[in-house]
């Protein structure tokens, strides 16, 4: 069973990042999988034992910022402690932002989570839009790429422990110069990519199905389709 919790569905949903959450849902559909997802919208509190992976999706600034108060002041705690046992933590975009310390955008600085190290600043310069693809590897020596598509005005910077998710093999990242995309540590990953994400890397859906519920050896399917439109994102970022 996976046990999915959505934090403002209808807030942080830009690019249809809602498909993320279908993907999963389907794919432990076809495999007999139960699933079983939750929305956590502003003022609701969340139990840190009720679910295996809590999904933060993006969000544009006016929503984030509403967004943000609301995760501090009554989510904060128990992201913490669903972190710290383990369960995965996944923001994309508006909400790998809040992961983090702060989002400056001029003269207000909107609060983040502090899971991770990091804090954005929304700058002067252009926003950072296009098709992107990054290496990374989720387990010791499994190299593979992940495909999407980027949009945002912030810039992330990350604290000098922590570790970016991906490496960039074309597009912006993080902040369009340092090379590096995303943020993972242990169980709390963050990543600018939409696309939406998981439609177009099923391997990442399963990764993530797989270890939010700990099964070893998830059952094959036929991913054809899926394949193709992985294959059609890498294309599109230029990366064969
Ligand atoms: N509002 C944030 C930014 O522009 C995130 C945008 C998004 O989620 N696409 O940086």
């Given at each position: 069973?996976?046990r999915?919790?959505a934090?403002?569905p209808?807030l942080m949903?830009?690019?249809a990042d809602?498909?993320?959450?279908l993907?999963?849902?389907r794919?432990?559909a076809?495999?007999?999988?139960?699933?079983?997802v939750r929305?956590a919208g502003?003022g609701?509190?969340?139990?840190p034992?009720?679910?295996?992976?809590?999904?933060?999706g993006?969000?544009?600034d006016?929503d984030?910022?509403?967004?943000?108060?609301?995760?501090?002041?009554?989510?904060?705690d128990?992201?913490h402690a669903a972190a710290?046992r383990?369960?995965l933590?996944?923001g994309?975009?508006g909400?790998f932002?809040l992961l983090?310390h702060?989002?400056?955008?001029?003269?207000?600085?909107?609060?983040g989570?502090?899971?991770?190290?990091?804090?954005?600043?929304r700058?002067a310069?252009?926003?950072?839009?296009?098709n992107?693809a990054?290496?990374?590897?989720?387990e010791p020596?499994?190299?593979?790429?992940?495909?999407?598509?980027e949009n945002?005005?912030?810039?992330t910077h990350?604290?000098a422990?922590?570790?970016?998710?991906?490496?960039?093999?074309?597009?912006?990242?993080n902040?369009?110069?340092?090379?590096?995309e995303?943020?993972?540590r242990g169980?709390v990953?963050?990543?600018?990519?939409?696309g939406?994400l998981l439609?177009?890397?099923v391997?990442?859906a399963?990764?993530?199905?797989?270890?939010?519920?700990?099964?070893?050896?998830?059952?094959?399917?036929?991913?054809?389709?899926?394949?193709?439109?992985?294959?059609?994102?890498r294309?599109a970022?230029?990366v064969?």
């Amino acid at each position: 069973m996976l046990r999915v919790c959505a934090l403002y569905p209808d807030l942080m949903n830009i690019y249809a990042d809602r498909g993320n959450l279908l993907v999963l849902e389907r794919r432990c559909a076809w495999r007999g999988i139960g699933f079983d997802v939750r929305a956590a919208g502003l003022g609701d509190a969340v139990d840190p034992d009720a679910h295996d992976l809590f999904y933060l999706g993006g969000g544009q600034d006016r929503d984030q910022r509403l967004c943000a108060f609301d995760l501090v002041q009554t989510k904060r705690d128990a992201l913490h402690a669903a972190a710290a046992r383990g369960a995965l933590v996944l923001g994309v975009c508006g909400g790998f932002q809040l992961l983090g310390h702060a989002y400056a955008l001029g003269d207000e600085e909107i609060p983040g989570l502090g899971l991770v190290d990091l804090h954005t600043v929304r700058g002067a310069g252009e926003r950072l839009i296009g098709n992107v693809a990054i290496e990374v590897e989720l387990e010791p020596g499994a190299r593979r790429v992940l495909a999407g598509f980027e949009n945002h005005g912030g810039r992330t910077h990350l604290g000098a422990g922590e570790r970016p998710l991906g490496r960039i093999l074309r597009g912006h990242g993080n902040t369009g110069a340092s090379g590096a995309e995303g943020v993972r540590r242990g169980s709390v990953i963050g990543t600018y990519l939409h696309g939406p994400l998981l439609p177009k890397n099923v391997w990442f859906a399963d990764w993530l199905i797989a270890t939010a519920t700990g099964t070893r050896d998830l059952a094959p399917l036929d991913d054809t389709l899926e394949e193709a439109a992985h294959a059609g994102a890498r294309r599109a970022a230029g990366v064969g």
